[in-house]
């Protein structure tokens, strides 16, 4: 149990496109779901926070306007990466945090390299 | 069979207490280890890579097993403050491949 997916797992693209990635939890409903990026030979460090059906709260430094979030059902968010450049390439990676006996614990998903030419 | 997989835990230890982890994983192409520590609602964060010869630092030791796909860290002498969640992280595909997080083991540790 407790399976987090994410769709693609890697993606190529032209500078000035729009990525979307989606992060799904499987089998469980996912109150609260966390979007984190790993530039190469750093740790991962977190985007933003979404709750379903409210806003997502980003961490300082990122831009909400670049980097869309939405969180529209308790399995499912998306990140869409608008105008993509290639400092935007990265390692794209989601976690979602289940209610109840699945709350406070974090469950990753596979990730998603992004490569923006 | 799931690709990085850790005993949940959690693992309730007093203090100087010494505590192991233990992580498998299924892809025998995979060519970078790692330990990361989270904290409650934190992002996780790199705690130390992993290599064959095994490392240390400080009371924190991780063994890397490649023919048993077998990953370990050992904390000795624990303090309150290693209480969180260790997870193993597991690379392929060199520079631009993907890195699979194990879900972790929660460890708490009392006075």
């Known amino acids: 149990g407790a399976v987090v997916s994410q769709h693609p797992s890697r993606v190529i693209c032209k500078s000035g496109t729009s990525v979307k990635i989606e992060c799904r939890s499987l089998?469980?409903?996912?109150?609260?779901m966390f979007w984190y990026r790993q530039f190469p030979k750093q740790s991962l460090m977190l985007m933003a926070t979404?709750?379903?059906?409210?806003?997502?709260?980003?961490e300082q430094g990122v831009e909400k306007d670049k980097f869309l979030i939405n969180h529209a059902s308790l399995t499912l968010s998306t990140l869409t990466v608008t105008s993509a450049h290639p400092e935007d390439s990265s390692f794209y990676i989601c976690?979602?945090?289940?209610?109840?006996?699945?709350?406070?614990?974090?469950?990753f998903g596979p990730g998603t390299r992004l490569t923006v030419l | 069979r799931k690709e990085v997989e850790q005993d949940p835990g959690p693992f309730n230890v007093p203090e100087g207490a010494t505590v192991a982890f233990n992580c498998t994983y299924s892809?025998?192409?995979?060519?970078?280890f790692f330990w990361y520590r989270q904290d409650c609602r934190k992002e996780p964060k790199l705690l130390m890579s992993?290599?064959?010869s095994g490392n240390e630092d400080g009371r924190f030791t991780a063994q890397l097993n490649r023919a048993s796909q077998y990953i370990s860290l050992l904390i000795r002498d624990s303090k309150l403050s290693d209480s969180a969640t260790y997870l193993c992280?597991?690379?392929?595909?060199?520079?631009?491949?993907?890195?699979?997080f194990g879900k972790g083991t929660k460890l708490s540790v009392k006075p």
């Open positions: 979404s709750n379903e059906g409210s806003k997502a709260t980003y």
């Open positions: 992280v597991v690379g392929w595909g060199g520079s631009q491949g993907n890195l699979i």
């Open positions: 089998d469980f409903q996912a109150t609260t």
């Open positions: 976690s979602a945090e289940g209610a109840g006996g699945r709350s406070d614990t974090q469950y």
């Open positions: 992993v290599y064959s």
């Open positions: 892809n025998s192409a995979s060519q970078s």
